[in-house]
């Protein structure tokens, strides 16, 4: 029995442990607390109203929102080095029937950053890498989502695409 225990003693006692530094840290998402919105924004969050600067539906339907002719929403943005715009977005078949193909021009802070073209309707996914030069990093940045076309709705407002969710993941 005592050999045994020896054994475990023999077998704890060795050579120091290897020394390894720890991983290269990537800056992370963070933001200020006193900010009512951030980076990233999904339609059903309850704050979501807070990211819009204008051109959406007064309410959101759920986990969606209607956009209108010139929908723009606000976001901010920290200080990371490679940014990808993302959103998801659907044509519904009802206002893809009025409007045919639809070319979604996007803006950020101003600056045309893409233009999309949609020639079906249905759910889709945009996203494309952000020009680093082009954003504002730890400030507001705002995001203009503008259809060439619209389409009517039933109170006789125009309405545009409806956005799932959208913002800047690394």
Partial sequence: MVSIVLAFLAAGCGSR??????????????????????????MSDPSASAYIVGGFRDQSEGA?????EHP?????????????????????DQTFAQTGPVELTIRLNGREFDRVRYVKPGSQEYTKETPWEWLHPDAVNTVALEPDKTA???????????LTRAGFVE
């Fill in 64 to 68: 969606w929102r209607w956009t209108h």
């Fill in 72 to 92: 723009v929403l606000q976001f901010y943005v920290p200080r990371v080095p490679r940014l990808r715009f993302l959103m998801d977005l659907t044509f519904p």
């Fill in 17 to 42: 442990l290897a020394w390894y530094p720890p991983p290269e840290q990537r800056p992370s998402l963070s933001l200020p607390s006193s900010l009512p919105f951030g980076y990233f924004v999904a």
């Fill in 152 to 162: 009517a709705g039933p109170d006789g407002e125009r309405l545009g695409f409806v």
